[in-house]
């Protein structure tokens, strides 16, 4: 199984959970998370002085597929949903995933997705 | 007549109340500029400083700053007594706010208790009290201070430079590469309740400092305060906007509520003086202090998370020396005659007080303590434990 | 004689205090009931308000609405003048809270000094002011409106009505699908501190609109008027709970608030000329009014973040024609043509204006500076940086 | 005389304006207590208290509890019935907050109702009122209570003791090990606002409650209770404070608080007999006492989120018992039988009322209903939905 | 070594915990997300309407053990204290870690758990 | 590809960001998380009675590199950074990442960096 996180703008959370749906993902677990990278940090301004914010929010989202066929269709769906063409879209990561239980049936691996 | 008695009396306690609200008000802003790590340790200052300054007033500062509880039967003695008691917080509250993040409690006690039964008490005693220094060269009563610029203000940021020069900046603040890291305010919206609390407030402080309104006289005084009053604020921050808006091209809430404080400040001195458009002067004057003088002491390496300097001490010398310029009544000899002898008291009288204090009570938080948080360290609470709904 | 002056101004004085409650009541209302990445802005918006209405005002608005600054010689003339400064903001505030999340802050502000030296002052004018329209057959100075159903609620809701036609939805808000995006307030803890707020100014409002307490029959018009102020928003507010329980079997906070004020807006307009029952009637339309025009506005697709057309334009109409249908003294038709008299200058009028400030300086945010949030673009601040104690 | 009647008139209606800020003063407070998935749901009960316990005391409470609209004419009868109806809201305030984060709202609305049309009232009927006892071996018409220590506070307190009885602790607070599991504050800024709109709010619970300020001894009287108020709370703040941190070296911010409170509960019943320096003792007593009372009844399994059964119950009575001992003119025993009597009547007709609604409504959530938050089971409405700026 | 990532309801992440210390578990972090998947998002009421929130409150719980033997045993503690059996009681994920260094002592893998 | 997740003490965040980028790292993801283990939990004081807090706030932070080298310049440079010698300084887990992808441009692993 893979687990497929993706680092994403958090405003496009909504565009990317509807483009897993629709490709048949049923599942997945965001968190709030900051970045820093290329983008450069934005200036805020606080007490009459300007001051640089490096690290930005974004959303990662979390989603184990059973196949490296259903990762590809995720991987998809994301980068198509979360682009924007500006720095700072986001990265995703792939990485294995050994055993899954689902806690509610006991169900394993494939069945648990 | 038993009637002036009675509506003086009312009025007098209706002030009161108002200035009360900006212990509240005090808190809210506190509260909201520092860091969530220190918040709880902020608030609790807050409450203490009420406590234990309006006991330390109650129970010794009052009788010596006025000479007794019956130097006037115009209105009934415990309204008075609750008026004046309303403030003496306020300049430990000036004090505190401008060392926050990094100061321990027990040692803000002490201070708050020393201030509340001896060190505003002085100032009182020669302005608008009983006055010991009365013929001597230094007196001062002479000074146009109707509701405090310098007596409260300027004697709370006098105390506030001593202190920030005894225990410097908060852990970080002043990167040796030279750099300012920028330390943003916890939550606005206490900011904003904070500020707006402390401007109702003001309608009683200096309302209030009119000492009556039975006679047309005094009502005439009192809306007209009230009036000059609001119209500096508004200035103030109007012209905080402004400046920071034509540098920025940005709307920073945090100068605009400053600004409006320093003119709140500013006006605080002779409000019952001024025709009703030099307010708008005076005021746009204090927010423009504001804006110069944050930015200033960041350079001075005079660290401020609240922006008390500028807006107390600043405004406070400020606001009493416009009421010499603007006015025909009243010199500016006098006035700054005023400032001069005040600050000359308060500031190393200020100094040695804090110093002692910090030399044995350790006023200053240690780094890692700072680092921890004053929450952690002093309290052991947490100002917003939990967040999500859920854990 | 003397001593009624001395007590209407203190009066005075004290309803102008509950007034400005109201400011930070307004502010905390729709910080709360904005997403966190607009709260900064929108808190903005209410200092700016504040400030900038009340300054045209003094300098402009009041001469002009009252036909100059001596036009009474019942309370201190300063007295007088907060009493009405402290309404003007209220109007802006209405109109900014309905376009919240979406709007830019300078054409805001543009906005607010033509309302405060200019429009507001125009329905001033006519109703409660100088009225240049004394004689025509457009003079509505016969309606009774005694703190404002038409003169500030409507007027508000109007030109709110006018920049929702302007500047059309929050991005999101309404899907192609058809679909409406809820957009949960951030905060209801300052949605409900600033709704009681805004609850305690209005006894203050309306209160003080009666103009006197000095007499045993003003002292009573005073007293009738809260007393029934009060038991229509009480009223609004059990309507605004039982209607929704009914439908849904929760209980929605975000709608008994609004059905308070609802009752509230409604019974502005003649609180002083009821019996003490008749206002719980008039609250409970009030509320039962905002329940039903929230959602129906929404179906028009009017995108209204803070339910202020259901509050105040509704409202403000429905509670001035009560006054025609509830009391025998004033007639129906007479309320009537000040509410289409006073919405006939108001619409186009506001129409005119935000269309040219929108044209000009471009009110509404752009999509993509929706999305960002209004405190990142406008403001570069956000509201609570940090959330955890320790980053 | 008729200013007298105007005067006395404005003062209530002021100090009435000061006990409604105790609305969102109670509502921050507990707000803050409670845990975030339980905040909506702790706002709405606020909320609903006020509407439906005043509603339900101006239509069928305050005539049973004075016999009429036309007791009195020494102030407008509406002025004296919102200064009456201010408090009633207060009685099922501490009651509902001692058993937050458990309650279910509905049945809360209906003890609501019941308290306000007909349990208060009662009280009140023998107290202040019209006295049904009056003649009879339970008459306490003579014990002096001057704002309610007994009358309003032991009231609420004997209510909230007779639900926590029937309700039982909040799920998982003591656990089978016997160990209790601290539910920490949700956020510290809400509970000190709270607290401090009490405390403002009690200057004219307290204030007001002498009746009158027209004349030279009312005025005076007025001003030596709010003064002994003021003091009363400082002391309880600074007596909470020291004991807490002697024990634990530590700044418990909760306790400070909670100890200010008591001291306010406990100058409520004379504070216009004492002298200016005995309520520093009697402050200080209600200080300690909440401190001892806290953990004590938790040793007891009886569990109150946010300390009223210490702050109202116990210090109600230590307060109504304090006049008994600290003036000559008042009998401790005539202050006892009022203290029992009272208890008597108030105990067990509140614990028949809310076993009857336990029993049918079922007031206590069920334990899976207190995992979820009340706020999603009975509101569907999170506090605050969001934290970052960006979801 | 082994990680285990379990997504739970948040209100059992205490019985969580201390079945995991119980199973002599030392260390866990944790951390707040949203999760989407089976469990229908409830529906929530404002100004009087009602709509669906789709991410649920979860808790995720990480734990990195020394052997596959000690993941079936934080896996088992895990799904007894996480069960409750209705929808959304939540999964469990195991991976791999190659390395692991404690900050303090610069002990790796085993003996850093 | 590896993935190094350090759990640290928050206020050591600062001082991990410049070391990794003073090591030549350009991205990072962190987020608040928090910790059970050895450190005993601290005691608070609520109320007038104190209770033990167990998870103790920390932030992960999660790099992405290419290869091993990197990975080791990496766990060394938090390891420097985020080192107090006190209980609970933290730790460093690594694992495979199969695939990145950087969302802007489509660039796959390495590239994607
Ligand atoms: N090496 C990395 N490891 C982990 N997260 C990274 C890494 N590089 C970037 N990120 C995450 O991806 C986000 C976007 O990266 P950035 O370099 O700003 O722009 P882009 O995605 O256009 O390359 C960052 O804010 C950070 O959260
Ligand atoms: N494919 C997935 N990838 C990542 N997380 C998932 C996935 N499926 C479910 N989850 C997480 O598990 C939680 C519970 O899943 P859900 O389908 O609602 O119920 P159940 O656990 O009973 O199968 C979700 O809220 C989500 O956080
Ligand atoms: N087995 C583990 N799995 C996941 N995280 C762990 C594990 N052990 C410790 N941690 C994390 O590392 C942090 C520090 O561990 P701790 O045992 O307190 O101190 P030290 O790092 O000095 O060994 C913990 O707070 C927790 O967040």
Same mark, same amino acid.
């Given at each position: 199984?893979?687990?497929?996180?993706?680092?994403?703008?958090?405003? %496009?959370? &909504?565009? +990317?959970?509807?483009?897993?749906?629709? =490709?048949? /993902?049923?599942?997945?677990? *965001?968190?709030?998370?900051?970045?820093?990278?290329?983008?450069?940090?934005?200036?805020?301004?606080?007490?009459?002085?300007?001051?640089?914010?490096?690290?930005?929010?974004?959303? %990662?989202? &979390?989603? +184990?597929?059973?196949?490296?066929?259903? =990762?590809? /269709?995720?991987?998809?769906? *994301?980068?198509?949903?979360?682009?924007?063409?500006?720095?700072?879209?986001?990265?995703?990561?792939?990485?294995?995933?050994?055993?899954?239980?689902?806690?509610?049936?006991?169900?394993?691996? &494939?069945?648990?997705? | 007549?038993?009637?002036?008695?009675?509506?003086?009396?009312?009025?007098?306690?209706?002030?009161?109340?108002?200035?009360?609200?900006?212990?509240?008000?005090?808190?809210?802003?506190?509260?909201?500029?520092?860091?969530?790590?220190?918040?709880?340790?902020?608030?609790?200052?807050?409450?203490?400083?009420?406590?234990?300054?309006?006991?330390?007033?109650?129970?010794?500062?009052?009788?010596?700053?006025?000479?007794?509880?019956?130097?006037?039967?115009?209105?009934?003695?415990?309204?008075?007594?609750?008026?004046?008691?309303?403030?003496?917080?306020?300049?430990?509250?000036?004090?505190?706010?401008?060392?926050?993040?990094?100061?321990?409690?027990?040692?803000?006690?002490?201070?708050?208790?020393?201030?509340?039964?001896?060190?505003?008490?002085?100032?009182?005693?020669?302005?608008?009290?009983?006055?010991?220094?009365?013929?001597?060269?230094?007196?001062?009563?002479?000074?146009?201070?109707?509701?405090?610029?310098?007596?409260?203000?300027?004697?709370?940021?006098?105390?506030?430079?001593?202190?920030?020069?005894?225990?410097?900046?908060?852990?970080?603040?002043?990167?040796?590469?030279?750099?300012?890291?920028?330390?943003?305010?916890?939550?606005?919206?206490?900011?904003?309740?904070?500020?707006?609390?402390?401007?109702?407030?003001?309608?009683?402080?200096?309302?209030?400092?009119?000492?009556?309104?039975?006679?047309?006289?005094?009502?005439?005084?009192?809306?007209?305060?009230?009036?000059?009053?609001?119209?500096?604020?508004?200035?103030?921050?109007?012209?905080?906007?402004?400046?920071?808006?034509?540098?920025?091209?940005?709307?920073?809430?945090?100068?605009?509520?400053?600004?409006?404080?320093?003119?709140?400040?500013?006006?605080?001195?002779?409000?019952?003086?001024?025709?009703?458009?030099?307010?708008?002067?005076?005021?746009?004057?204090?927010?423009?202090?504001?804006?110069?003088?944050?930015?200033?002491?960041?350079?001075?390496?005079?660290?401020?998370?609240?922006?008390?300097?500028?807006?107390?001490?600043?405004?406070?010398?400020?606001?009493?020396?416009?009421?010499?310029?603007?006015?025909?009544?009243?010199?500016?000899?006098?006035?700054?005659?005023?400032?001069?002898?005040?600050?000359?008291?308060?500031?190393?009288?200020?100094?040695?007080?804090?110093?002692?204090?910090?030399?044995?009570?350790?006023?200053?938080?240690?780094?890692?303590?700072?680092?921890?948080?004053?929450?952690?360290?002093?309290?052991?609470?947490?100002?917003?434990?939990?967040?999500?709904?859920?854990?």
């Amino acid at each position: 199984m893979k687990k497929i996180e993706a680092v994403i703008k958090p405003f %496009k959370l &909504e565009d +990317v959970k509807e483009a897993l749906v629709a =490709a048949g /993902i049923e599942g997945m677990t *965001i968190s709030e998370v900051k970045g820093y990278g290329r983008q450069a940090g934005h200036s805020e301004l606080y007490r009459g002085a300007e001051y640089v914010v490096e690290f930005l929010p974004k959303v %990662k989202v &979390e989603v +184990v597929v059973s196949s490296s066929k259903y =990762a590809d /269709i995720a991987i998809d769906a *994301i980068r198509k949903a979360a682009y924007t063409g500006k720095i700072g879209d986001g990265k995703i990561f792939v990485s294995d995933i050994s055993h899954t239980v689902r806690i509610r049936t006991g169900e394993e691996n &494939e069945e648990a997705l | 007549m038993e009637i002036n008695y009675v509506i003086d009396t009312f009025f007098s306690i209706f002030t009161m109340v108002l200035i009360i609200l900006m212990v509240p008000g005090f808190a809210m802003l506190e509260a909201g500029l520092v860091r969530t790590k220190n918040v709880t340790s902020v608030l609790t200052v807050n409450v203490m400083i009420y406590a234990l300054a309006s006991m330390s007033f109650l129970l010794i500062g009052y009788t010596y700053a006025f000479g007794g509880w019956d130097h006037q039967d115009s209105i009934n003695k415990y309204a008075f007594f609750l008026f004046q008691m309303a403030f003496v917080g306020k300049v430990v509250n000036i004090m505190s706010g401008g060392v926050s993040e990094r100061s321990r409690i027990l040692p803000l006690a002490l201070f708050t208790i020393v201030v509340g039964a001896f060190l505003y008490p002085t100032i009182v005693n020669i302005t608008w009290g009983a006055n010991f220094l009365s013929g001597t060269v230094l007196d001062i009563s002479a000074m146009h201070d109707l509701a405090g610029s310098t007596v409260i203000h300027s004697t709370g940021g006098w105390a506030l430079l001593a202190a920030i020069l005894i225990m410097g900046p908060r852990r970080g603040r002043y990167k040796k590469s030279g750099a300012i890291q920028a330390i943003p305010a916890s939550s606005i919206p206490l900011v904003t309740l904070g500020a707006f609390l402390l401007w109702i407030g003001w309608f009683g402080f200096n309302g209030g400092s009119v000492g009556a309104i039975s006679s047309r006289e005094n009502a005439d005084a009192v809306a007209l305060t009230i009036m000059n009053t609001n119209t500096a604020g508004l200035a103030g921050a109007i012209t905080g906007w402004l400046l920071t808006y034509f540098r920025y091209k940005k709307f920073d809430i945090t100068m605009i509520l400053n600004g409006a404080l320093g003119g709140l400040v500013a006006i605080t001195a002779g409000p019952d003086l001024y025709d009703i458009y030099t307010p708008i002067l005076i005021g746009a004057i204090g927010g423009t202090l504001v804006v110069l003088f944050v930015p200033l002491f960041d350079k001075l390496r005079m660290d401020d998370p609240v922006g008390a300097l500028s807006v107390h001490l600043v405004n406070g010398i400020w606001g009493t020396l416009a009421v010499g310029i603007f006015t025909s009544d009243v010199s500016l000899m006098t006035q700054l005659k005023g400032v001069v002898v005040v600050g000359a008291i308060v500031f190393p009288l200020a100094y040695v007080i804090i110093f002692t204090i910090n030399k044995f009570f350790s006023l200053r938080a240690a780094d890692d303590e700072q680092q921890e948080g004053i929450d952690y360290v002093e309290c052991g609470m947490e100002a917003y434990p939990e967040f999500k709904r859920s854990i």
